[in-house]
């Protein structure tokens, strides 16, 4: 079973625009994660953000969590063409030990 | 720094058949993770290990085995292959059991005919 579901399922884009793409999830969690992946390649981890904070940059890269609404957006901007990618959220449940769960993925594409 | 190695990176097998996917880490992480990838939906967990020599079911177990003699390899292991586990297979591994990422190998793509 997929506890995290992002929303849309594919994007597409052009470089210098931003990105924005939603995971909602059911479960009480640790935290939730965002990863990358490349196609042919594997997962690479982008932000961890914990089930107390709020929000969180990296770069590029802002993760907001709002645990009222079991919900997560990751937004990238000024998108370049490298960032053309498959992105996942990943949960912690409270209950999973560590097991994370993944949603089915945003495909972004952007074209120069 | 190699990080996270799977081998091998393609395999073409027939049905019955039996092979070993090999994963190896050079992190020094207590855990590590395999994982089925399947189109259209999001990774799955086959089964995990917390330490050398423990192994626990994930998710969708059935059909695997896997071993974990060494800290820093963990194998997975099909029997019997089926048409059903023709899949990309994830090995990931990670310092702790929560609120570390996990880091991942690239992937073997298996084909069972």
């Known amino acids: 079973s997929q506890q995290g579901e992002e929303d849309p399922q594919a994007l597409s884009i052009q470089e210098g625009e931003n990105a924005t793409m939603n995971c909602s999830y059911k479960?009480?969690?640790?935290?939730l994660q965002w990863y990358r992946q490349n196609s042919g390649r594997g997962l690479v981890h982008l932000i961890l953000i914990r089930s107390n904070e709020r929000e969180k940059h990296s770069g590029r890269l802002r993760v907001t969590l709002d645990t009222s609404k079991k919900s997560s957006s990751l937004l990238i901007t000024a998108s370049r063409a490298a960032d053309t990618a498959s992105y996942f959220c990943?949960?912690?449940?409270?209950?999973?030990?560590?097991?994370?769960?993944f949603g089915a993925g945003t495909q972004v594409v952007v074209t120069p | 720094n190699a990080g996270v190695t799977q081998t091998p990176k393609f395999r073409v097998l027939k049905t019955g058949q039996s092979m070993t996917l090999l994963c190896a880490q050079d992190m020094n992480h207590e855990y590590m993770y395999w994982y089925r990838q399947d189109p259209g939906m999001g990774l799955r967990l086959i089964h995990y290990s917390v330490g050398e020599g423990t192994t626990a079911k994930g998710e969708v177990p059935d059909g695997y085995n896997v071993s974990r003699l060494k800290k820093q390899n963990f194998l997975l292991g099909l029997e019997s292959a089926a048409p059903s586990q023709t899949s990309v297979y994830f090995c990931?591994?990670?310092?702790?059991?929560?609120?570390?990422?996990?880091?991942f190998g690239d992937g073997t793509r298996l084909s069972i005919l």
């Open positions: 990931a591994s990670s310092l702790s059991y929560s609120n570390q990422p996990q880091h």
């Open positions: 990943a949960t912690d449940a409270t209950d999973s030990w560590g097991k994370l769960q």
């Open positions: 479960t009480s969690i640790n935290n």
